[in-house]
Structure formats: C-alpha cells, structure tokens
C-alpha cells in the first residue's frame, strides 16, 4: 500500500475540504484507489503553520476554527506561515497549493510551485495564475527533477475537464472550444433571465459566495481569460498569454438586451472560446455571446459550467460539470493524486 505525505499550502475551504475527505475516505481510497494520503504540514497566511512529519490529525486541522493564528494550538505550530518550510522541510512528497492568484504574473503561487518541484516534490494546484502564464516552465522544471505538476482544478473545478480531453478525445482531432468557464458571471446572467437586474443579480452573488467584493475578475471575463489560455495551451498547442486573448464581460448586458434575446429564444452567455485555424494559428477570445436555447451551452444555468469541443471526429461534445465549490474542487487535487500515483506505478512497473 503506498502513503503519498502531503503539505497543504493554503488552508482556506479547498484544501480544508482535502482535509475533511482524508479524514473520512482514507479507508475507503486505500482499496479503491491503491494509496492514502498522510497531511504533515499546513501553512496559512492567516492560520499560521505547523509541520508534522508523523501526520497530522485530519478531523483537528478540519475543526480548526478560522481565527487568527489558530494553527499555534497545535503542537510545533506557529501563528506566522511558514511556506517554504512546510513546502521543503516537511517530508512531502505531494504539496496542494491552493493559494491566492495574482492574474498578472502569477505570484507568490508560481515560487511555491517552483521550491517544491527544484527539490522533486509533486505539485497539484487549483491556481490559475501559474499554469496560464509559467505552465511551460514548470512542467519542464518537474521533468528534470523526476516530479509532477497537475493542475486540473485550475479550470473546471471538479470537472476533469483538461484530462478528459487529453485522454478520453485523444485522437479525435480537437480544433477547438467554446465554454461557460465562471460560474459567477452565469450565474448572474441566469438570475436577470429571471426578471432581475444586473445590480440585484451580483448583489445575490455576493450573498450567497459566489462573488467576491470586487467581482471584476468574474464579471469583466478575466477569471474566463486565464482558463481559455490555459485549455488552448493545452488542448490546442498553442503558446498564448492573457494579453492575447481579446476580453470583454457581461456588465454592459441590460435588462432589455435579456429581453431581446428571449423575444428571440435566445440567451446571453459569457463564451470563453479558442480555435486552430489550418495554418495551425490560435485566435481566442472572451465575450458575451446571444446563443439559440438549442444550442448546448444555453441552457446551462447557475452557477454551473460547461465546455463544448469541436472534434474532427466526432463533431461537438459538451462537457457539463461543477465549475465550483470546496469539496468539488477538493475533488480535482485528489484527481491529480491520482494522475500522480497511476504514472509513478507505470514507472515501476
């Protein structure tokens, strides 16, 4: 039976939902999935930090109340966070990086991702900010330090949304895509379909945490930007960077353009998209765009997500799924442990 013995980097709901699902599947993962997972550090900008190399109690880093310095009640712990200790000094083998996104040049996560993987130490990340702009740069630092980065979470949360194109459409020529990719933007445009106007549906976003104070990043497309650099990057070969992808969000959409649309049985929906000409050039772009309620995507509601791919092969295929939420995106680290195990048991084998 393989233990992987992991840091956790960050410990807001991501990565205490982590915590929560080793507390209460770990036996379950150990038949199922061949592994368990041992958690011997965390560190919190607000929590604080502590290593312990012997495991951690998962149920008392679940019950840790959210106040500041909490991690000091735990024996070696700290009220300071501690990241690179806990990063290179704890004994993982595994770091879950979910850490704040700075959209410009993906800081401070890109450096944890580095310390980890310069010294061979896996990374899964729900980070945007890394993968759009350093993916390249750190898969190669992985390669040559015999390590991994994954990053499944970084779009779709939950939603095996990368792998599933990588391995599952391997083969069936994919051209490109277009995507509801913010779950908070959809969810707006959703509730003014439902009579409210765009002022009342953001406010309910922030009721119900969905949005955060600021919501430009949701509603002006630049969360939606990231992850179409991230899927063409990846899906597409492209070499693009937020700066190429034109954007535009949905904050200019007006009750009576909701009311046009419907006159027309039409919906508007914030559309993340990219596509490979046959001169093999990307274009890519994040706009509102008025779609047909036959069309796939216009009939996603709330807070949901969904990405249709143009395949050579087999036409569209739509792909709809949770874009958000703590254990849902919990999910999408352990789908990346997972990813990790299944290549280092093909190594031994």
């Known amino acids: 039976m393989t233990e992987y013995k992991i840091a956790l980097l960050g410990f807001g709901g991501v990565n205490r939902a982590l915590a929560q699902l080793v507390s209460e599947k770990n036996d379950a993962w150990a038949e199922e999935l061949g592994f368990t997972l041992k958690i011997v550090g965390v560190s919190d900008i607000f929590l604080g930090s502590v290593v312990g190399k012997n495991g951690l109690d998962p149920e008392a880093l679940v019950a840790l109340p959210a106040t500041k310095g909490a991690l000091a009640s735990f024996e070696n712990g700290s009220a300071e966070p501690a990241n690179e200790t806990v990063i290179c000094h704890s004994g993982a083998d595994i770091v879950a990086e979910a850490t704040f996104t700075n959209p410009v040049d993906g800081q401070p996560a890109t450096t944890f991702c580095r310390w980890a993987l310069e010294k061979g130490i896996s990374i899964v990340t729900t980070n945007k900010g890394p993968v759009a702009l350093h993916a390249a740069g750190l898969k190669k630092l992985a390669a040559s330090t015999g390590s991994y980065f994954e990053f499944e979470g970084a779009v779709m949360s939950g939603t095996p949304v990368i792998r599933l194109a990588q391995e599952a459409l391997a083969g069936s020529e994919i051209t490109g895509f277009k995507g509801i990719l913010n779950g ?36 002006e497309g630049h969360d939606v930007r990231l992850k179409v650099v991230i899927l063409a990057n990846e899906l597409l070969g492209a070499k693009l960077t937020p700066n190429d992808v034109s954007c535009e969000g949905i904050s200019k959409i007006t009750e009576q353009d909701i009311q046009d649309a419907a006159a027309k049985d039409s919906r508007w929906k914030l559309i993340g998209s990219a596509h490979r000409d046959a001169d093999g050039t990307v ?39 949770a874009g958000a939420g703590r254990i849902e995106t919990a999910y999408a680290l352990l789908s990346d442990i997972i990813s990790i195990h299944k290549k280092k048991s093909k190594k031994v084998i």
Do not use: C, W
């Open 184 to 219: 908070t933007s959809n969810f707006i445009l959703s509730k003014m379909q439902g009579g409210l106007d765009f002022a009342a549906a953001l406010s309910q976003a922030q009721e119900l945490g969905y949005a955060e104070a600021d919501p430009t990043a949701d509603v």
């Open 283 to 321: 274009t890519a772009s994040v706009r509102p765009n008025l779609l047909p309620t036959t069309n796939a995507l216009a009939g996603v509601t709330g807070a949901t997500n969904a990405v249709s791919f143009e395949t050579n092969l087999l036409g569209p295929v739509t792909v709809v799924g």
